[in-house]
C-alpha cells in the first residue's frame, strides 16, 4: 500500500479555491429539487422522487465520476482551456490549470468563482459549449481507469453500497456508465442537476442514516465536501496530467484520510478504515436488487 508520500514537487494550482464555507449542524436537507446550475446547463425534466432512509449492510462508497472513475481528465481539462480562451481570452495553459483547480464543482459554477466579473449571458453560452464538446471530444474517447471493473465488482461483494456523486450532467454520467458496463454496481447517479458534491453527500447521509460513508474524488473540493457533512470521509485518487500534478500529500493536506495514484487497494483500506469501529463484514445475502 502506498504510503501517499509526495512528488515532483509543489503542483501549479490555486491556493484559495475550496467553494463555499462548509455548513454547520448536522441537519440533513432533504434533495427535491434540481439545482440552480441545471437551469444554466442542460435542461433535464427530471422529477427528483424523495428517497426513503434504508439500512444498508456495510457501508456506503460515493463515487465521483471524471479523473475518479473515469481516465478523463486530460481530456477534459483540454476542451475547457480551449473554451475558456475562446470566451474570455485566457492562454490555454493557464485555463488547464484554472479547470484543474476548480474541478469537482459543476461546470458553471466552476465558472462564476473563475469570471465572476463576466456577463451571465457569456458565462451561460459558455457552459453549453463546453458541455457539447465534453460529450463529442472527451467522453467519446474515455475509458475507466484499467482497475476499475475488477474493484467496482470485489468492493460489491463485500457488500458495500456504492453510489455516484458528480459534476457531470446526471443523464450524461448514467449513460457513460452504461456505455462501459459499471452502472449496474451503482444504486444512485447524483449529478449537476441534482445540486454540488455536499448537497449530494447530504442527501445520501440522510437516505442512509449511521452508514460508514466514503466520498471517493480525486479534487480539493471532493475532500472538502466530504469534510462538511458528518460521518464522511474522504479518500483521494492522486493525479497528474500535462502541467498539473495533485499528489497523495496534497489530497491529504485537505481532508483524505488514505490517498494514492490507483484505487486498487480500496477494498483494504475500507476495512481497515471501519474495522477500529467493529464494523464486522455481514452475512452473505441475496444479489441486491439494481436498476
Known sequence: MSSGATGGGEPPRKADVGGDPAPTGTELPVLTATSQFA?????????????????????????????????????ICTVAADVFEKAFGTPAAEGRVHYLATTGMPFEAQLSQLYPEAPAEL????????????VTEAYAKAKPFPEIPKLLKRVDQEHWTMVISTGAETEMAELILEREGLRYWFEEVLGSA??????????????????????VGDSRFDMEAAQSVPGVRAIGRASSVRGWTLTPADLAQWGAVWADYSLSELPEVLAGLTAKKGRARGPASAPRQRR
Open 194 to 215: 441534482d445540486g454540488t458534491k455536499r448537497e449530494h453527500l447530504a442527501e445520501y447521509a440522510r437516505r442512509y442514516p449511521g452508514a460508514p460513508m466514503f466520498m
Open 123 to 134: 458565462r451561460a453560452s459558455t457552459a453549453r459549449t463546453f458541455h457539447q464538446r465534453k
Open 39 to 75: 437551469e444554466i446547463g442542460r435542461q433535464t425534466g427530471r422529477s427528483r422522487e424523495i428517497v426513503a432512509p434504508k439500512t444498508v449492510e456495510r457501508g456506503v462508497v460515493v463515487f465521483d465520476l471524471d479523473g475518479t472513475i473515469l481516465d478523463d481528465l486530460g481530456l
